[in-house]
Nanobody, 124 residues
Framework: QVQLVESGGGLVQAGGSLRLSCTAS????????MGWFRQAPGKEREFVGA????????YYTNTAKGRFTISKDNAKNTVYLQMDNLKPEDTSIYHC?????????????????WGQGTQVTVSS
């Protein structure tokens, strides 16, 4: 069982930055992939990016690439989502998730563990 706790959301103006954190309760995350997803009201959950814990390889959607960066802190069992040059359309609830398989990182149905989510609001 892995518990995930996100933090770092808030209100920011367009062009600003936020860093989200997701801390995991697992003893080790070496076999996990950590994904970031977002879901706006009335929309489906959308893949943002993922990090493979064992080698820190990262994967992003075209929307996130160049603006968002995923990183990790092994000592803190924490994965981060650094979001720069935020746009109003980035407004959403952001969730982190964990899974043990490293394929299909973009698919929310593949993830077993989910955090409660943190709200990000970008004003224009």
């Amino acid at each position: 069982q892995v518990q995930l706790v996100e933090s770092g959301g808030g209100l920011v103006q367009a062009g600003g930055s936020l860093r989200l954190s997701c801390t995991a309760s697992a003893r080790t995350l070496s076999t996990y992939a950590m994904g970031w997803f977002r879901q706006a009201p009335g929309k489906e959950r959308e893949f943002v990016g993922a990090l493979r814990w064992s080698d820190a390889n990262t994967y992003y959607t075209n929307t996130a690439k160049g603006r968002f960066t995923i990183s990790k802190d092994n000592a803190k069992n924490t994965v981060y989502l650094q979001m720069d040059n935020l746009k109003p359309e980035d407004t959403s609830i952001y969730h982190c998730a964990a899974k043990t398989a490293i394929l299909r990182l973009w698919s929310p149905g593949e993830y077993v563990y989910w955090g409660q989510g943190t709200q990000v609001t970008v004003s224009s």
